[in-house]
């Protein structure tokens, strides 16, 4: 009984963690990219790392908090721009091998020996060099607050005002996009992911509605990469192929082109590694799986999930099978 009782309330932790909430974020990002308007980007994690080194590199060379904030918006558009001009009117596959390549690109700038001054090289930047310009602005008092038997510090590393900040803009993104998709400029993107010839001979500019679909979604994706780094560190290779590849996991297990996709897909994505991990901990000896064997049986047994979703249902558990193409 107590293991059960400590998996659940393992459970809810993993649900509401920064870290589940930063995925949101890019997840949604990644949603506009391909769910909505058919862009193969695979190389969204790119934007999260240009969004949160813009943020600590800024924070670090004595830049403010919203003065941070606007610089990695700006690294994020700047990037976008960059990647889009020359690359969105390529084919799908050929967009997808651009993306993962320009976001490799920048991860290995990062990491590169003669930036370590500025960006920490391949350590990255520690939390404490930029954490306290956001904890600054906590309006919650000092001490621990306990809410669903779960209790942490109202103001810190681990915090709940962290959480409530990577929660409410997930609320917020979630509502701009519900928004954005049911206007006219939602409505041209599906267009474009539908039949870009048609798009173009009712005048539309389908390159300028992509492009535009670019900026939007890397700006969530840098969001993304801002709250993952703020309860951690900034580490270049926590943001880069992998992290793509669970974006695209996440999205697809809750439904592309949906609102709520991204969210039930995040949250469904933590859990189910955090159950397989623990039940293989408590259940199979360590004779059979050591634990770190048990953490990449989960990956396997998550990727084989992948597979068979895309082969049996590959609009996800939320998504209308009329919505997703993956012939793009």
């Known amino acids: 009984m107590e293991f059960w ?3 659940l309330q393992s459970i809810l932790q993993t649900a509401l963690s920064p870290t589940t909430a930063a995925f949101v974020l890019a997840a949604i990002g990644l949603n506009v990219h391909f769910g909505f308007t058919g862009l193969m980007n695979m190389g969204q994690a790119g934007f999260m790392l240009v969004g949160a080194y813009g943020f600590g590199v800024s924070v670090v060379l004595g830049a403010g908090f919203w003065t941070a904030m606007l610089i990695a ?16 009117k390529l084919r799908g596959d050929y967009l997808a091998i651009v993306t993962i390549s320009a976001a490799e690109i920048i991860r290995m700038v990062v990491k590169l020996a003669a930036l370590q001054d500025i960006t920490g090289g391949p350590t990255g930047i520690p939390g404490q060099k930029y954490r306290h310009v956001f904890t600054e602005l906590s309006p919650l008092p ?47 993107l599906k267009g474009i992911r539908e039949d870009e010839d048609a798009v173009r001979s009712l005048g539309k ?17 840098a969001f993304g990469g801002i709250v993952m780094a703020l309860p951690a560190a900034m580490q270049p290779d926590s943001m880069g192929r992998p992290t793509t590849f669970n974006l695209w996991m996440i999205m697809l297990l809750g439904g592309a082109a949906t609102i709520f996709g ?23 000896p360590a004779s059979v799986l050591s634990a770190q064997q048990t953490e990449q049986l989960a990956w396997i047994l998550i990727g084989i999930s992948l597979i068979l979703l895309v082969v049996f249902r590959p609009q996800g558990i939320l998504g209308n099978k009329k919505e997703l193409s993956f012939n793009v």
Do not use: C, H
């Not at 681990?158 to 990577?166: F, H, N, S």
């Open 73 to 88: 918006i700006l690294a994020a558009v700047l990037f976008a721009l960059i990647l889009g001009i020359p690359t969105l």
């Open 205 to 221: 500019s389908s390159f300028a509605y992509k492009l535009q679909a670019l900026i939007l979604g890397g700006v969530m994706g």
């Open 262 to 284: 991204p969210l039930l897909g995040s949250i469904l994505f933590f859990v189910i590694r955090l159950v397989l991990t623990s039940l293989a901990g408590e259940f199979v």
């Open 142 to 188: 000092e001490g621990k607050t306990t809410i669903l038997g779960l209790t942490y510090a109202n103001t810190g590393v681990d915090d709940w005002w962290t959480r409530l900040v990577a929660w409410g803009l997930v609320a917020l993104f979630i509502l701009i996009t519900w928004a954005l998709v049911r206007s006219p400029w939602g409505r041209v």
């Open 5 to 7: 009782t400590g998996l």
